[in-house]
């Protein structure tokens, strides 16, 4: 009787592909936030900084933390969002912005979606905010999904100033790990963000054809605090939750005020008499 063969030895597991990313960050004046924003991003394998022209010390400190610089005055978000992807060498991308980090947790699992074969084309990723001395869970500031990574040939940045919007041609998948957002670091930053934003949404309305109309102006602002404040349950943020959706409903009316600028329906000319 032959001796039995003797068994094979299962093979070693074949280690996953890496996956290289490009990770992608818009930058002006913002020495205060890129050496935090860059460090979180150690895990991508190119770290590209497109800047607006700072005058403060961000290139020379994203230079020192090994990103490469690309320097391009502004034209818009969604713009310099995809003149920054040209720059980019990989196929798959990540966004972030300079006030943004990578949470260890969100690192890990991109790193394990994108080596076990990632099923989709770009992938949502909830944000969550730091806003007045609390982590904000309401008032539709979380989750907050944001659309950062994504192959960048199955899409393109088509959104409306100021707010940009990646369009992939497909769904894409949800994350679990979070972006955290390090946002306003005053309230009067909040106030003079509002004034900028407002200005540019106004003027995107006004090209779109958008026509200024009382009732949009007397009613929707105080509907988005309702949605904001009881619908999405703002008020159990506390008291920073009644000031984001005052706020909300405030930059909604300045962009309203502003189509009406827009459109000429003030005189800017003061008169000539005074009233009698």
Known sequence: MTDALPKASPAPPVPAARVPVSALVLTFNEEENVRECLESLAWADERIVVDSCSTDRTVELARELGARVVQRPWNGIN???????????????????????????????????????????????????????????????YPDRKLRLFRKTKGRFGGHDPHDRFLLASEPGRLQGEIVHFTYRSFSQQLRTIDRFSDVAARAWAAQGQRPGLLKLLVRPAWKFVETYVLKLGFLDGLPGFIISVSTSFYLFAKYVKLWEAAGRFSAAPPKEPPR
């Open 79 to 141: 713009e310099q969002r995809a003149f920054a992807l040209t720059e980019s060498v990989h196929e798959w991308v990540f966004c972030l912005d300079a006030d943004e980090r990578v949470t260890p947790e969100l690192a890990a699992e991109l790193r394990r979606v994108l080596e076990a074969g990632a099923d989709r084309d770009g992938y949502e990723i909830p944000r969550r905010t730091w806003y007045l001395g609390r982590w904000i869970a309401h008032g539709g500031w």
